[in-house]
């Protein structure tokens, strides 16, 4: 793929790993969602180390989707993905849209939301509208307090308000998605917290939340929580070690004036977060 593509309005990337059953309806949702809206839009979906028959799935449907790309990772451990942060990692950087809409593959975040989320961060002057279910999900009470913990925790240790950072639905600047560190696993969860850290005005919007109704899930309560819990810490790290590239390209004089600095316009950057909820 070319370094500089062709850039269109609208990239939605959706990570897969053994959602067979799940893709073609999400193709068609995403389609049904967008055709109205008359966006110039992708749809990439990254097939994670599938052992099911995703890619044959995703190979039958390119046949009959122009709007839909494939992405295959490679190199991933054997009857296993490499993670989403990494699907995604790969997923942003093959896709071509000013606006990425990162979203899952097992149909629980509802695609009907996106225009409306374009919309919020238009309207907002916002570079990231982030999904948040809470008001959707109908959560047993095991779930409901490791999420309320998992959210103090993250209040506590990286100063992140984010109420649903877990949601992978939320629309944001290309800039954004390319930034993110996200060939390191489990940091899909931090996204609009590290977004904020980078100095971009994030906001947030109730979006709906639907239950799985094929394939089975990649994560259980335990299994995420402990992982979670250690990548606050990484992230906290790399927060307070992390320092500003701006830069700026010296002038060139033909006087014999002192030559001057002209800032970079691709080095703007904002050095105090904002932390902008509707």
Not at 35 to 53: C, K, L, W
Not at 59 to 68: E, F, T
Not at 84 to 102: E, T
Not at 202 to 222: C, D, K, L, S
Request: aromatic residues 6%; neutral net charge; charged residues 25%.
């Amino acid at each position: 793929m070319s370094d500089s593509p062709e850039l269109i309005d609208l990239s939605i990337v959706a990570a897969a790993h053994n959602e067979r059953d799940n893709l073609p309806t999400l193709v068609e949702e995403i389609v049904a969602a967008l055709e109205p809206a008359g966006f110039d839009y992708e749809i990439v979906i990254v097939d994670d180390g599938s052992t099911d028959d995703t890619s044959s799935v995703l190979g039958r449907l390119l046949k009959n989707q122009p709007r839909l790309r494939a992405i295959r990772m490679l190199d991933t451990p054997p009857g296993k993905g490499n993670g989403q942060s990494a699907a995604f990692y790969a997923g942003f950087r093959a896709a071509r849209g000013n606006l990425i809409v990162p979203i899952d593959g097992d149909l629980q975040n509802d695609p009907t939301d996106i225009p409306a989320m374009i919309t919020r961060l238009h309207e907002h002057g916002a570079d990231l509208v982030q999904g948040d279910r809470s008001a959707a999900r109908k959560d047993n009470l095991v779930r409901r307090v490791t999420s309320i913990v998992g959210r103090l925790t993250r209040r506590w240790l990286l100063g992140d308000s984010i109420r649903d950072t877990g949601c992978s639905l939320r629309v944001m600047k290309r800039e954004i998605a390319l930034a993110l560190p996200l060939e390191f696993r489990g940091v899909h969860r931090f996204i609009p917290g590290i977004a904020r850290q980078l100095g971009y005005n994030v906001i947030e919007m109730p979006v709906g939340h639907r239950p799985r109704t094929a394939g089975q899930t990649n994560y259980g309560i335990w299994n995420r929580a402990i992982p979670g819990l250690i990548d606050c810490f990484a992230v906290r790290w790399m927060r307070k070690r992390r320092r500003p590239t701006q830069f700026c390209e010296m002038d060139r004089s033909d006087s014999d004036q002192e030559s001057t600095f002209q800032p970079s316009e691709s080095a703007a950057a904002i050095d105090q977060p904002q932390e902008t909820r509707p």
